[in-house]
């Protein structure tokens, strides 16, 4: 049935997006032609004023912000021997002109997509994110204290969450008109989060202070290259020149963890705060591992050496050029904090050994690795032995001379990421189909304590959001926290908590809750039981054995601010670098758990249904055989009765219709005919059809 | 004699609740709180105590669909569920609740029983067949009947696994109780709250109102009618019954007495407009009487809940094409409502028994059967011992109870925690409980028939012998 879907709503797509780019064309260009020709006539004038009036627009426009499109690709090296590519592309859509905002829909777009442009004028959309995930990011050694982590680690299969500038009571019709939307533009089954069982709206738990928010996730979406291609069309070189031209399909599904975003904003104009442009973010995070290439042939130690890798090594594709278009085209090398500090040791050791002075701020020639380009520019961060990103612009490359950045190792180095200031980390307990428990399980982080211990009582602060569906039955008042393996009153950690339990077929049950630890907590196990529903034989999808995903819970840390701290300010043109350098939450993701639940026998529908109206009917049947069956006496006794009571009944009537006749002899002529019908006509009969007749008329009257 | 008869009793009734607390004290080895055969949806302590927290976090406890009983038993039980004795099992006090509430439903069918058996013996004096009066008094019933609901096994596993139809039950006996020794208000009172805990003991207003009027279980009204033309007869020699002599007869024996029954009707609408109110007030902020309406009685009767108990609707509705749901849901209440007339008619005379067998009716067509329903019947049975004697399938039905109560938790074993059956092999034990609840049902109202049969002859016979 899935499957069907998918299929239908990858025509539908291909239809659309068609239609949409010839719109785009067309109707831009007939709309202006008009208008022009309109005037034009209207005024009648000599082609001098043509030629002004042209000047004129030329002139509005330029005053008009541009539209702008920056591409940017971020490379690093990451502790297990695996690489992290980071595209980034943006797209700014600027505020609208005031004169402009009347025929906001049939607006002229450069860069900027337009089936992106009018859905949110459609749906009234504040800020929206979509992801399409496959692979799960792994925190502990890919790191979960820096913006990529927090923002663009993502959980597997589709997210989406999106904030609407609408009335409270139109943003659930809004939802699901975008999720069918998206679902067409993306060809993914997005539409299936229309159903309200399958989105919730936290309320602060996530992306608190946006408002009316909606969030969904369809864990087991399989993500694909049918997914990517419509994510590319919205860019203005798709994957025909610029960055995008690396994104080798196989090599990029053949990664561990892909997860391909788009992220949606209104930028407000800073003069008045009303108009709105909106800002495209579109990123795509592959974690690779690249293949072995002959590194260091001087080292004793090559299995503990990190792999050498370049751009056509990972990709198999190197960079030609840039995207004309783009404002921006950069490719930059972040070597993390670890990685520094390790590199400044093993400087420093060299520098001792062979006592050569060569400075140590000279990072482009290190003793740990030999990068193939020269970089253009280095950014540090402010603290010592901090970060340090190298910068690429992309601009003087061409098909001939192609950029190709390759990293050698030289040094077998070993690092670690930046951690969390908690793993979280979540699982079932339990056995058999009946019920079972959630536990999310948070353990400190090294790095964390010795960081915090400076301060006597310090508190770290945990905000917890879970999502359950309604066949996974939870039970709140179960809920159990065990600090450092002792079990703990809630009320001692929960500072803020809300349930929205979950109803039958009709919505997921929501849990957001704040805790609150103390620093030198070692670990802490939230568990909380629940009963697995059971589902009517049409609910459960076509491989039903294979279980029911409850999505990712969302653990975030309000205190906490990832972000990196560059010195010089050049970098505030770069979309990506302010991205790194804002100071968003740290936020991660818990596993999708796989709830196995009981199925019925799907074969027996007919069986089932026959068997119990069999036994109804033996119930009914000899029920009523015992109460009316009569033995001998009592059979003849009724027979007796029955005749006395037609004797009765005849005598009655002969009485009636005696009275009649006997009354009304004069006064009524038909009175007479009628007793002497009813000589032939027997007054049960009459009973009958009076009854009959009573009935009908009481149909006729109710059907009416 | 009578002295040692009574001490056994109290001993038996000590025995049992010593055991209830025995097996209270290791609920967790024995879980019987999520059995399936124990806890239903509508009697679950757990969803009881969810409900009542998420009342106490202002959330209305019937927010998720987790939580559909009467909100009175909510605010009663609930603060219950929470409190904890150190050192104590978790839900002592709750447990200890359900256990009185055993022994007084249990006191009560006792009671009960020392009614029926007084206007049994009295109807059979006044019949003449003093032999028989006799004969049932070698057996107490009530007492019998107490023993069979304190002792067997299904109330005690649903007493011990927290089941709020331990409080149902309760209500029910009250009602039945307060019926037969002609306590209006009590039998209102007992209507009421069962119909409010559990909706279909609505359907016992009918027994309810034809104990109140008619009095307890008697032998057919005909009998006594006969009796008086014989009376009649003997004084002045006459054959046929003449309307005046009819009209005295109707005074004199079998007189529908309307004032009890109105008493009853006026109580019930005093009992059950006190019960809104006070449902109206725990409701209020969350949605009120509508809501209530909804996901109680709603919730009944629409079977929404597909978890599998030892009833035949939850699989038949796992399994039915979503277009005739409805119809079914309607064919399957039906059910229960088109045999009472049937039924009405031609028990009125045994009250009683009518309430029994309405009440076997409801226990195997509900939506949520559990085996606590079972345990009422089966002690109300014990009240008609002497009646049903006679019965056939006895055995059989015996021993099918217990085949099924053992093979039952066996397949549900194999499906839900083994994986190696299938839900076939537990909905087939659920249908051979339906089959022996059908045949009890069946066998007992033809036992009974067939023993008023057997009085009707032995009177006639008696006649017979006097007129020679």
New interface residues.
Partial sequence: MRRGHRHTHCKCVSNFNGEISVVTVKSLTTANFQRQRKRLQSMALPPLCILLFLVFLLSATSTQQEEEFTEELLLKPLPDRKVLAHFHFQSDSPPLAAADESSSFDRHHHLFPKSISQLVQKYHIKAMELSFTQGRWNYERWGGFDSISSCNAKPPGVELWAVFDVPPHQVDASWKNLTHSLSGLFCASINFLESSTTYSAPEWAFQSALGSLRYGTLPREAVCTENLTPWLKLLPCRDKAGLSYLMDRPSIYRSFYHSQRLHLTMSTDPSDGSRSGIILEQTLTVVVQPSEQKAGMNHVSETKIQPSWSMSSIFGRKISGRCVLAKLSNVYLHAERGLVSQLENLQKNTAKFAANDTGPEDFRRNAGFELSVTPERVHAELEKSSSILYEYPIKEYTDTEQFDLGLMWKHPIVWSSPHGPLYASRFLMGSGNERGAIAISLKSTPGLVAANNVEERCKLKVNVLQIVPWYVKVYYHTLQLVVDERPQALTDFVERMRVSPSLDKVSPGVMEMALQFPCEMKSAVLSIEFDKGFLHIDEYPPDANQGFDIPSAIISFPDFHAGLQFSDKSQSKSPLLSKLQEKSPVLSYTEVLLVPLTTPDFSMPYNVITITCTVFALYFGSLLNVLQRRVGEEERLLKDKVANKAVFLRRVLSKLSAKLRGRSLELTPPAPSWSSSSSFVTPKLILRVLVVAGIAFAWQYYSQ | MKKKKVQWFWTCVLGSIVLRLILLYFPKNLNLS?R?EVSTPLTSL?RL??G???KQ?S?SPY????YHGSPLLLTLLGPLTVKRIEGQPDHLLCSLVFVIADVVSAMLICAAGEKLKVACSSSLQSLGLHNLSENSERLPSGDFAALVYLWNPFTIVACVGLSTSAIENLMVVLSLYGACSRLAPLAAFGWVMATHLSLYPAILIIPVILLLGYGPDAPPRKLFCQRKNLEVGNSTPSDSCSEEEAKNQLKVANVFSWRPVVFFLFWTLLWSSYVLVLCGICVQQYGGLHELFKRTYGFILTT?????NIG?L?????????FFRNFFLI??HG?IL??IA??AL?LNHRPCFLAFVYIVISS?LKSYPSVGDSALYLGLLGLFAYELKDMQFSFFLFSGYVGVSLLSPVMHNL???R?TG???FY?ATA?AY??LQ?IL??ES??AM?NHD?KLTKLYIAKLQHIKS
């Fill in positions: 999520s399936p757990r105590a969810e009542y927290w998420l976090s959330v927010a998720g669909s987790m929404q809940d597909l978890s599998p035949v939850w699989y038949f509705f796992a399994e039915v094409f979503d064919v399957f059910n088109l045999m049937p039924l031609r195997m499906w839900i925690w994986g299938n839900a076939n909905f249908i339906a089959c059908i049902v069946v109202v033809s028939l049969r």
